[in-house]
T-cell receptor, first 113, second 114 residues
């Protein structure tokens, strides 16, 4: 069975500082991996995705993530955080053509001025 | 706005009542998913349609839950005899077929059972 672990429930960073959100997955085959962002009371917006190929993927809003098969990780990074990045972030692993995803429990990001 | 529309956005109902939610997908998306999200957790898969066929149901989907997609376009999720534990955000996601396509999520329906 596939699973996703986001070890950090809550992270606080100062505006302008760098950010890394951790994600570890368990999946038997080559995973499809996603990062989503969710603002309060809203649906999920896709930040970036990994299906195959280059293990460093670029997303929207200046985010990037790196797939490391040996560590079963797909960590999200941003070099300089903006106050508008404060939200909840979810990592997900997808199951091939069926497309359903298994999500982690999320990391809440707070940005200090 | 992703183009996936959910209605209503909020629903407050008394325990024991039936509720129905609707999801309108992006027009060319033949795959549709329902998820449930409770406070402090990530979305959990409930069920999946390819066109009008319901291909998979999670064990989370008890007998009180039923989902339909009669013409392969919009979908409805009905909960009968609601319980307080049903209080959650219900999210719909849709995508085209094929391997390397991502799902687009609607803004969800927030259900509160009192």
């Amino acid at each position: 069975a596939q699973s996703v672990t986001q070890p950090d429930i809550h992270i606080t960073v100062s505006e302008g500082a760098s950010l890394e959100l951790r994600c570890n997955y368990s999946y038997g085959a080559t995973p499809y991996l996603f990062w989503y962002v969710q603002s309060p009371g809203q649906g999920l917006q896709l930040l970036l995705k990994y299906f195959s190929g280059d293990t460093l993927v670029q997303g929207i809003k200046g985010f990037e993530a790196e797939f490391k098969r040996s560590q079963s990780s797909f960590n999200l990074r941003k070099p300089s955080v903006h106050w508008s990045d404060a939200a909840e972030y979810f990592c997900a692993v997808g199951a091939g053509n069926a497309g359903k995803s298994t999500f982690g429990d999320g990391t809440t990001l707070t940005v200090k001025p | 706005d992703t183009g996936v529309s959910q209605d209503p956005r909020h629903k407050i109902t008394k325990r024991g009542q039936n509720v129905t939610f609707r999801c309108d997908p992006i027009s060319e998306h033949n795959r549709l998913y329902w998820y449930r999200q409770t406070l402090g957790q990530g979305p959990e898969f409930l069920t999946y349609f390819q066109n009008e066929a319901q291909l998979e149901k999670s064990r989370l989907l008890s007998d009180r839950f039923s989902a339909e997609r009669p013409k392969g376009s919009f979908s409805t999720l009905e909960i009968q005899r609601t319980e307080q534990g049903d209080s959650a955000m219900y999210l719909c996601a849709t995508r085209t077929g094929g391997l390397h396509t991502e799902a687009f999520f609607g803004q969800g329906t927030r259900l509160t059972v009192v």
